[in-house]
């Protein structure tokens, strides 16, 4: 009779084999075919708004061969693999020295010597980098010495919004490094207020003020486009095939942003009026992200720019859609309550909030909060782990409890959160690394 554990170990083998094949027919669907990994170009799944089919298989697949690795490998070196994983580190040396800038100017591959000159650096030292990070199909070294990029190097060159998108995450590391500290701290250890996060705890330690948000023009164009990288990590424009546009007269992006999620979407569906609803400054480079992108949207007068402190202000009264990406997780529950109590009171009865983020699951906890069956995909199939075994969502909760103290939630906290509003979840949508959450007003 087979053991359990073993049986676990073959479903695995199972779930790794069929969904490698589900991604393999995506890749193939294009008539380009699957990718390898050392591609020195793109391929053009890569940056496909729709990709969902592609995105579950590689969920499963992602999470099966970790796990399976994790049950097989020797507990020791697992462990060890967990603590010293450098790679960020030489990530940050590629992002710094603009390495992956200069070998786009060389498809073919450039020599050490030639490299090293080009960035200043220590051609042993550069070695030693991208050799740890062709281990992972981040460049490739054609022959000896010589390197050139892959599609995910080039990823990292700084005119890409995911390699904005890295740059601005460069000091994490130090706010992670004082976690403990803050978790024992007196005055930090017990609060979940914004000031007490472990990015303000690091910033008092080197005698530094908060200027998280005070940027001139050109960092505040980079945080920008780093939102728009952070937008394509998590593949947000997904929503713009899945929800029921069509149905919707006019939108309201509370936290627009320039414009990542609504740019696309008025394009997509020109009968929308939408609001863009920042602060000032970022509106200022929102009108010139529109003019530069959408030239036709602001021609038609189908975008109108409203400026909005959503902890302080209402967004536009009397709209149909409430779009909020990504606001929620960046506060404790108390300023996410004020956020949406905002917002429901500039709605009208026929009125929809629609929440967009990403959504852990948790142990022994009932996935029944209310909303339709739509959300039982995102259950993970046994013998997966909880999150489908992948780490994203709770990375994504990590950096926000980083800084802001803020946080990732399961859907029946946010049903919590909504409810304190007068709101009620009346939808979901699994759109793989997030979730689309509609809610309506509450009848009573």
Not at 397 to 416: P, Q, V
Request: proline share 5%.
């Amino acid at each position: 009779m087979t053991e359990p554990n073993e049986l676990k170990v073959e479903a695995l083998l199972d779930i790794i084999n069929s969904s490698a094949r589900k991604a393999m027919a995506e890749y193939k669907n294009t008539e380009h075919g699957v990718p390898s990994v050392d591609a020195g170009t793109f391929h053009p799944l890569d940056f496909a708004t729709d990709t969902l089919a592609l995105r579950k298989a590689i969920r499963l697949l992602e999470g099966a061969c970790e796990q399976l690795n994790t049950i097989l490998a020797p507990p020791q070196n697992t462990v060890y693999n967990l603590v010293n994983n450098h790679t960020s580190a030489c990530i940050d040396v590629v992002m710094q020295s603009r390495i992956a800038d200069v070998l786009d100017k060389h498809p073919e591959g450039l020599s050490l010597d030639v490299l090293a000159d080009a960035v200043n650096l220590d051609k042993t030292k550069i070695a030693r980098v991208l050799r740890v990070l062709t281990l992972k199909g981040c460049f490739k070294e054609v022959e000896q010495d010589v390197f050139a990029n892959t599609r995910l190097s080039l990823m990292l060159k700084t005119t890409n919004n995911v390699g904005c998108f890295m740059k601005i995450q460069r000091e994490l590391p130090q706010y992670a490094a004082v976690l403990y500290e803050t978790m024992v701290d007196q005055e930090f250890a017990r609060s979940d207020k914004v000031d007490k996060a472990p990015r303000i705890f690091t910033l008092r330690n080197e005698g530094k003020k908060d200027s998280f948000w005070e940027m001139d023009d050109e960092a505040r164009d980079v945080f920008q486009k780093a939102m728009m990288g952070y937008s394509e990590i998590l593949s947000f424009s997904t929503v713009l095939h899945y929800y029921p546009w069509d149905n919707v007269s006019s939108v309201v992006d509370v936290g627009s942003g320039t414009g990542a999620m609504s740019i696309p979407l008025a394009k997509m569906f020109p009968h929308l009026s939408i609001t863009n609803q920042d602060l000032p400054e970022t509106l200022k480079l929102s009108r010139n992200t529109w003019e530069k992108n959408a030239p036709e949207v602001l021609l038609d007068g189908r975008i109108e720019f409203v400026p909005l402190n959503f902890l302080e202000e209402l967004p536009v009264a009397g709209k149909e859609v409430y779009y909020l990406r990504s606001i929620i997780h960046n506060w404790p529950d108390e300023e996410s309550r004020v956020i949406l109590r905002n917002v429901r009171k500039a709605m009208g009865p026929n009125s929809r909030v629609l929440i967009h983020e990403c959504v852990l699951s948790r142990a022994f906890e009932e996935p029944d909060v209310g909303a339709n069956e739509s959300s039982k995909n995102h259950k993970a199939p046994e013998p997966t782990l909880l999150n489908f075994g992948g780490h994203l969502t709770h990375k994504m909760d990590m950096i926000m409890w980083f800084l802001f103290n803020g946080k990732e939630r399961t859907l029946k906290e946010y049903k919590a959160i909504g409810a304190s509003a007068g709101l009620v979840l009346t939808q979901t949508y699994d759109l793989v690394e997030t979730m689309l959450m509609e809610f309506r007003i509450a009848q009573d």
